[in-house]
């Protein structure tokens, strides 16, 4: 068994593990956790009361943190001709086409999210297995597919920081929040912003109890669980 470091230990005496957090509470201790020597990502973990190995229950999509994930994302677009151009004059970071999916089977993966528009799905469709182990793969239900007129918008919304959610295969999701350094109310407007954007997302076959239990941690820290009820009426208004 793998023993715990001695600040994670410390860590863990700062908190009364019968006790669920109000959000406010969770963001508080989640910094006074974080012993690491870098700055530590805040993340949500949520688990679903769905069945990831029932289509109709998937749990897919996009929340757009109104203050950013505290780094800087490198975007890449494939893309061609007027697109390419458009890409470009937006700001992406790497635009191309036949010469990115060939450099990407290579082994280069020096970007943090994926777009396309939908004349090269045909072409991105090969690296499937190199994107998607990555969770960087194009897809129309997560707004990485898209149109040339809307790719503008769509590469603005990464770079400011837009995020991808996921059910995985044991029901769990796991989503950055942002760093350890934000302000309280910055953490506290991204946590609502996923909230929001996982509630909408209900699918709908899912069946009694959406979400079970939630829980707020550091990259490095233990997890603090959070009341369910006042975070799932987290809004952004």
Known sequence: MTKNSKGYQEAVKLLDRTAAYSPQEAIELVKKTARAKFDETVELHLRMGVDPRNASQQVRGVALLPHGLGKKIRVL????GEAQMMAQ???ADFVGGDELVKKIEAGWLEFDTAIATPDMMGRVGKLGKILGRKGLMPNPKSGTVVAAADLA?????AGKGRVEFKLDRTAIIHV???KVSFEDDKLM???AAVVEAVMRAKPSG???QYVRSAFLTTTMGPGIKLDLKTTLSLTTA
């Open 206 to 208: 899912a069946k009694g």
């Open 77 to 80: 677009v494939f893309a061609q």
């Open 189 to 191: 407007a991204n946590l």
């Open 176 to 178: 950055a929040l942002g």
């Open 153 to 157: 918008r769509v590469i603005e919304d």
């Open 89 to 91: 004059n937006a700001g």
